[in-house]
Each structure stands twice: as C-alpha cells, then as structure tokens.
T-cell receptor, first 116, second 109 residues
Framework: GAVVSQHPSWVICKSGTSVKIECRSL??????MFWYRQFPKQSLMLMAT?????????EQGVEKDKFLINHASLTLSTLTVTSAHPEDSSFYIC????????????FGPGTRLTVT | GQNIDQPTEMTATEGAIVQINCTYQ??????LFWYQQHAGEAPTFLSY??LDGLEEKGRFSSFLSRSKGYSYLLLKELQMKDSASYLC??????????WGAGTKLIIKP
C-alpha cells in the first residue's frame, strides 16, 4: 500500500513553455501533498505544501506565480512550471502524507525536467 | 531556527558496519525518520523513531535520544547497493517534516 505515482517521469520542453506534473496517491487519500525540487548532488528542497481544497503554502523564495500548484482532490495534486527557463531544469519530487499513524511521507518516483 | 545536522559524506568498506549520526534542534518533536535515496531516484522510507531507544530492522537499526536531540542510523554487513544518500528528517510540533542535507555513503570493495 501507500503508493504515489508521478507523471511524466521525465520531460524535455523549450524555454518559455509550461509543463504540468501530476502526483497521485493510488491507494490512499492524501489531504496533504508536498512538492520538492532537487538539483544534482544537492539535498531535497521543499517548494510548497499543498492541502486539498485550499491554496498551497510556498516556501520562502519560491515564486507562486511561476510554480502553480493545484490540489483539487484527495488523490491528485499538480505542479505547473510556467514559462520555464533552463534554470528550472531539475528533479521534481512529490510526496503524500498519510492521515494517520506516524504521518510518514510517501514519495513519488520523481520527474526529471529539462528545459532547452 | 530549526536545524538538522548530519555529515556530508562517509566512506566504508563492503561487509563492515557504519554509523551515520544526526543531531537536531526543532520546535517540538513528533518523530524522526531516516530515508535512503539512490542517485536519480526519490527517497524511500527506512525507519521511524519517536521514543528513545534502538529500532532494529534487518541490517539497519536506528537509535534516538530525545534529551540529546540525537539519532543515528547503523548499517551492518554493508553491501555495494547501500551506496546512497541517507536523509535524516524530523517532524516538528506542526507535523512539518524538517530535512537534513543528507549523508552520502560511499561503499568500497
């Protein structure tokens, strides 16, 4: 149980275009999902916390107008990178938190974004 | 502020034992997690400690001392596939997960 999927697993896009990444909890309901970014050889950086039915909470330094997060249902959150630039190229990982027990975060497999 | 410290990199020999330390200073405490992350992949859950003491799970064990703000992950009978980054993370009073920067473990034959 507790499987999180992400789609796509990798994407290449041109500078100036937008890219949408989906994160789904497959066998549980996730009221809270998290979006992380990780650059090569660096640690996870939390971008935002997404609660179902409400606006996402962004970490300091993360542009909310550039990284649009929608958490419309208990099993789906989306991250849209708008007007992507080469510096947005990174590994984007989502996680979903369970609603009971130890509140462990279950991670999706990640999406590798390359902006050319 | 909230802070989690762990060594940046460690090297160990195949078949040996290695201990990765983690110290934390957070606003409240609701548990400590260890995750393993192989290069290019997402983190995977290893262990969870909320009470003081040692939790053993196969070749991996995790220890917690809440009074000292300290934990360690112990890996026994190291295998080459254990080469990865190990992330320490603490859940604070708001159930937010605070991440350490990770320890890159290099296993040599």
């Amino acid at each position: 149980g507790a499987v999180v999927s992400q789609h796509p697993s990798w994407v290449i896009c041109k500078s100036g275009t937008s890219v949408k990444i989906e994160c789904r909890s497959l066998d549980f309901q996730a009221t809270t999902m998290f979006w992380y970014r990780q650059f090569p050889k660096q640690s996870l950086m939390l971008m935002a916390t997404s609660n179902e039915g409400s606006k996402a909470t962004y970490e300091q330094g993360v542009e909310k107008d550039k990284f649009l997060i929608n958490h419309a249902s208990l099993t789906l959150s989306t991250l849209t990178v708008t007007s992507a630039h080469p510096e947005d190229s990174s590994f984007y990982i989502c996680s979903a938190r369970g609603t009971s027990g130890i509140y462990e975060q279950y991670f999706g497999p990640g999406t590798r974004l390359t902006v050319t | 502020g909230q802070n989690i410290d762990q060594p940046t990199e460690m090297t160990a020999t195949e078949g040996a034992i290695v201990q990765i330390n983690c110290t934390y200073q957070t606003s409240g405490f609701n548990g400590l997690f260890w995750y393993q992350q192989h290069a290019g992949e997402a983190p995977t859950f290893l262990s969870y400690n909320v009470l003081d003491g040692l939790e053993e799970k196969g070749r991996f064990s995790s220890f917690l001392s809440r009074s000292k703000g300290y934990s360690y992950l112990l890996l026994k009978e190291l295998q080459m596939k254990d080469s990865a980054s190990y992330l320490c993370a603490v859940t604070d009073s708001n159930y937010q997960l605070i991440w350490g920067a990770g320890t890159k473990l290099i296993i040599k034959p």
